[in-house]
Structure formats: C-alpha cells, structure tokens
C-alpha cells in the first residue's frame, strides 16, 4: 500500500469555523491532490500540487485553500466551513509522470452542522 | 467538456456469474484511462491503465479494454470479494494532471 496518511479519519464542526486537513505520504512522491466525494458525484479535484509551494485550482476550488511546505505533507483549509462542503476528502499522490496512477489515501469524513 | 460515464449505476450478480461494466467517455486528447476499485469506508484502489485503443490488462477475474469510446471491466466468475464500487477516471492532455471521474458502478456478488 501507498504510504499515505490522512488526519483526522474523522471530524464534525459548526458552520463557520475553520477546518486543516492534512496528508502525509512516505513515498516522495512529488504530485498531491485533494479531492471530495459526495453522492451522485464522482470524485471532483478541489487542488493539486506539483512540488514544493507549487499548487493549482481544481474542478471545485471555491471556499478551499492549499499549502505544501514539504514534500511529504499536503494541507487542506477550510477558512470558513460551509454546511456544503460536508464530503469525504481523499488525499492522492503520484510519482514523477504526471499521468502515472494516482494513488489515495483513506479519507477523511467530515461533516459540518 | 470531458465527460465520464459509467453504466449500470448498481450490478448485482450470482457468484461465478460473468459480465462487464461500462465507462463511457468524451474527452479531447486522452492521455489515459484508469480503472480503480472502492470498498466502503475506504480510498480508492488502482487496478488498470489503459493508454490506446486496442489496449488489454488483466488482473485475476478482471480484464479491462478500450476503444475510443469507452471502456469495458470484464469480470469472470466473480467471487463475494469482488463485490466493491468500480470506478473509471480519464486523464486529458488539456488538463494537466487531473482525473476526471466517473459516479462509479456499485457491484455485488452473492454466493
């Protein structure tokens, strides 16, 4: 299995409040992602990274906001949460190619009141 | 607009009963297709990646192939372990490095 981290597996918090999510990987590996999932959606891209302070909008990128101090962590904030942003949140890495498989973490439910 | 498209939504199947899943496709320069496999709870698993048309793999009870229009996710005499949520993504030239998902095919299997 990828060495990918996600914490926390789990968190609910109130409306307005500010969330980090964070990924971990042991692999090096210089592509990161964060993608949600809901119902009847497919996973949609929020923002990538492509090395080291070098990131990018996704599909969804509105209310979200990135940062890659190091390699192995890739942070996810919420400055305000939104009752629309309760998801599950993956974490996903790849290695040099960028059209090499990516591969997830477990995620992260949270779930916003 | 890149589109993914997997039918049926739900499959379910007898235990050692054949068949195939769909992923559909509309996407300007395809730079490749994926296939990944989801357990409840858990990330998203990669199993295949499909670059051209004409293009095979096969892993155990699957097989995935590829034309220029969709994609197929063979499975031969599927086992209760196969039951899982399948899911197909496309990555295209024009956009970088994402994936485009499809909503997935939710799969079970029953002995």
């Known amino acids: 299995d990828a060495g990918i981290t996600q914490s926390p597996r789990h968190k609910v918090t109130e409306t307005g409040t500010p969330v980090t999510l964070r990924c971990h990987q042991t692999?090096?590996?210089?592509?990161m992602y964060w993608y949600r999932q809901d119902p009847g959606h497919g996973l949609r891209l929020i923002h990538y990274?492509?090395?080291?302070?070098?990131?990018d909008k996704g599909e969804v990128s509105d209310g979200y906001s990135v940062s890659r101090s190091k390699t192995e962590d890739f942070l996810l904030t919420l400055e305000s949460a939104t009752s629309s942003q309760t998801s599950v949140y993956f974490c996903a890495i790849s290695s040099v190619d960028s059209n090499q498989p990516q591969h997830f973490g477990d995620g992260t439910r949270l779930s916003i009141l | 607009e890149d589109q993914v498209t997997q039918s049926p939504e739900a499959l379910r199947l007898q235990e050692g009963e054949s068949s195939s899943l769909n992923c559909s496709y509309t996407v300007s320069g395809l730079r490749g297709l994926f296939w990944y496999r989801q357990d409840p709870g858990k990330g998203p698993e990669f199993l295949f990646t499909?670059?051209?048309a004409g293009e095979e793999k096969e892993k155990e009870r699957l097989k995935a192939t590829l034309t220029k229009k969709e994609s197929f996710l063979h499975i031969t005499a599927p086992k209760p372990e196969d039951s899982a949520t399948y899911l197909c993504?496309?990555?295209?030239?024009?956009?970088?490095?994402?994936?485009?998902f499809g909503k997935g095919t939710s799969l079970l299997v029953t002995p």
């Open positions: 692999e090096n590996h210089r592509y």
């Open positions: 993504a496309v990555q295209a030239g024009h956009s970088g490095y994402a994936l485009n």
């Open positions: 990274s492509y090395g080291v302070k070098d990131t």
């Open positions: 499909l670059y051209s």
